[in-house]
């Protein structure tokens, strides 16, 4: 069974950093490409950020220079590093592959 548990939400202010996790299990890690997605309310779900099984990385224009995303192979853990957090940021994040998507976790910055 896939799993794909995010952690690391929560309500910051505007220019403030947070570290998104997501936990993965039930999957071949290491040959998976993994993305981080975004819906905001109201709005359509948007991809922001995404890794290939070999490191490489992409980015929504809109986060390029603010968001890291990364991967661990030997933990099977995916991280987004965000910094300089502004309100339009704000939207449950959730991280996935092709097929898998996990329940989310509530990221909220305030002006």
């Known amino acids: 069974q896939v799993q794909l548990v995010e952690s690391g939400g929560g309500l910051v202010q505007a220019g403030w950093s947070l570290r998104l996790s997501c936990a993965a299990s039930?999957?071949?890690?290491?040959?998976?490409?993994f993305g981080w997605s975004r819906q905001a309310p109201g709005r359509q779900r948007e991809l922001v950020a995404s890794?290939?099984?070999?490191?490489?990385?992409d980015y929504q224009d809109s986060v390029k220079g603010r968001f890291t995303i990364s991967r661990d192979n030997a933990k099977n853990m995916v991280y987004l590093q965000m910094s300089d957090l502004k309100p339009e940021d704000t939207a449950v994040y959730y991280c996935?592959?092709?097929?898998?998507w996990g329940q989310g976790t509530q990221v909220t910055v305030s002006s």
């Open positions: 996935g592959t092709k097929h898998y």
């Open positions: 039930g999957i071949t890690f290491s040959i998976n490409a």
């Open positions: 890794i290939t099984m070999s490191g490489t990385t």
